[in-house]
């Protein structure tokens, strides 16, 4: 069963920078795409950052410029650099890895960004 395990997340500054991680317990190359949720209290998910297997990436208007999605495909890990932080950012955030229509996801991390 494919597991994928986020880390980095955190209590930030606002305008302070974080690097979430996201292991993947199979070979990245599997999925159509890989990428990062959020969920912020009484909020819907929201899709943040998606990467394809081209290396191409996708934003949400509102981290576009701040944010960046990569992945290393030797160690089946996608990152999400997280610049300029403000609290609206913070949330749960989701790694996911998706096959056509199907999704697996990781279990969340919380960020915060917070004075």
């Known amino acids: 069963q494919v597991q994928l395990v986020e880390s980095g997340g955190g209590l930030v500054q606002p305008g302070g920078t974080l690097t979430l991680s996201c292991a993947v317990s199979?070979?990245?190359?599997?999925?159509?795409?890989l990428g990062w949720y959020r969920q912020a209290p009484g909020k819907q998910r929201e899709l943040v950052a998606s990467?394809?297997?081209?290396?191409?990436?996708n934003y949400a208007s509102s981290v576009e410029g701040r944010f960046t999605i990569s992945r290393n495909n030797a160690e089946n890990t996608v990152f999400l650099q997280m610049n300029s932080l403000q609290p609206d950012d913070t949330a749960v955030y989701y790694c996911?890895?998706?096959?056509?229509?199907?999704?697996?996801w990781g279990q969340g991390t919380q960020v915060t960004v917070s004075s």
């Open positions: 996911y890895a998706r096959v056509l229509r199907r999704y697996t």
């Open positions: 199979i070979n990245i190359f599997e999925f159509n795409a």
């Open positions: 990467i394809v297997v081209d290396g191409s990436a």
